[in-house]
Nanobody, 127 residues
């Protein structure tokens, strides 16, 4: 069993080149063995994959955030991070972290493949 708690969301201004760093603190055994994913959801839209990091540090991003977002993990702290730079209003969403035990390349972007989810943190980017 893994419990995940996100933090770090908030309100930023796009004109100021807004940045935020989200954190996802995990509890439970063998956290380092999980693939950790970040997803986001906007009302009226489907939940979208944002980024993921495997146990070995390999990272994956959706095209719209490449070059702006960076996912990282600190296994000693059971924490995964999402550094978000150059935020735009289109990045406004509730961001969720998720943990998956058996993620492969073909399922990396599918929320249904992940086993555990956090409660989400709101990110709002004003224009």
């Amino acid at each position: 069993q893994v419990q995940l708690v996100e933090s770090g969301g908030g309100l930023v201004e796009a004109e100021a080149g807004g940045s935020l760093r989200l954190s996802c603190a995990g509890s439970g055994r063998n956290f380092s063995n999980y693939t950790m994913g970040w997803f986001r959801h906007t009302p009226g839209k489907e939940r979208d994959f944002v980024a993921a990091i495997k146990w070995n540090g390999s990272t994956y991003y959706t095209d719209s955030v490449k070059g702006r977002f960076t996912v990282s993990r600190d296994n000693a702290k059971n924490t995964v991070y999402l550094q978000m730079n150059s935020l735009t209003p289109e990045d406004t969403a509730v961001y969720y972290c998720a943990a998956g035990r058996s993620i492969i390349m073909s399922t990396m972007t599918k929320g249904s493949a992940y086993d555990y989810w956090g409660q989400g943190t709101q990110v709002t980017v004003s224009s």
